[in-house]
């Protein structure tokens, strides 16, 4: 396993950006697809977007397609989410993921979780 951290959540208005990282230590992220997942409250553990171990391929949930973007640089062992567009109803802990393949995207599938970020927007 490859330990994972989370940081950048926080509170925000609705209409704003936060950018979500998960860096990693000990071990390199570059031969892994990562992904982020999302819990809200009272709600399972959802898919929310993915990309390859090189990054030539990205996958997104539908309810965030055109405001967010996951990216890594394998360089700095990072992987990151661009929130932009920010609803009250992306209310969640967002985790980041570890995971080989590319999907089934459940995360029945991930091989390692981060400890997660809490991100609250605010209308």
């Known amino acids: 396993q490859v330990p994972l951290l989370e940081s950048g959540g926080g509170l925000v208005q609705a209409g704003t950006s936060l950018r979500l990282s998960c860096a990693a230590s000990g071990r390199t992220l570059a031969t892994y697809t990562m992904a982020w997942f999302r819990q809200g409250p009272g709600k399972e553990r959802e898919f929310v977007a993915a990309?390859?171990?090189?990054?030539?391929?990205?996958y997104y949930t539908n309810s965030v397609k055109g405001r967010f973007t996951i990216s890594r640089d394998n360089t700095k062992n990072t992987v990151y989410l661009q929130m932009n567009s920010l609803k009250p109803e992306d209310t969640a802990v967002y985790y980041c993921?570890?995971?080989?393949?590319?999907?089934?995207?459940?995360?029945?599938?991930?091989?390692?979780w981060g400890q997660g970020t809490q991100v609250t927007v605010s209308s």
């Open positions: 993921a570890a995971t080989t393949g590319w999907g089934p995207w459940s995360p029945s599938f991930v091989h390692t």
């Open positions: 990309i390859s171990a090189s990054a030539s391929s990205t």
